[in-house]
């Protein structure tokens, strides 16, 4: 099994740098992984997620990384702006 560098700024991460580096090395013996990180605003997702894509380039792995806006706080009041008043009409 490939273990994570250690990378400054993550403490206390220890199961969950575990659990990007078991689905890096599932990925690797040519397996199927996929890994949800949630959590709070300012807890460390952003970080443990660089850490886990540094460890996946560092293993020859192509990585693609995307990011998405907050969902509640800009697209569904953007929808709901669009729509209208909501109806109690069915469509």
């Keep these: ?9 993550i403490r206390g991460r220890e199961a969950e740098t575990a659990v ?3 689905a890096l090395d599932r ?3 040519g397996r199927r992984a996929v890994v949800l990180i949630e959590g709070e605003a300012g807890i ?19 990585v693609a990384a995307g990011r998405a806006e907050e ?6 009041p953007a929808l709901r702006a669009q ?4 109806s109690d009409t069915p469509c």
């Design 1 to 9: 099994m490939g273990t994570l560098a250690p990378v400054p700024g």
């Design 27 to 29: 990925v690797a013996s």
């Design 83 to 86: 729509s209208g008043p909501a």
């Design 44 to 62: 460390g997702k952003t970080r443990l997620l660089e850490a886990a894509l540094e460890d996946a380039r560092g293993r020859g792995m192509q």
């Design 71 to 76: 969902l509640e706080a800009t697209t569904i």
């Design 20 to 22: 990007l580096s078991e």
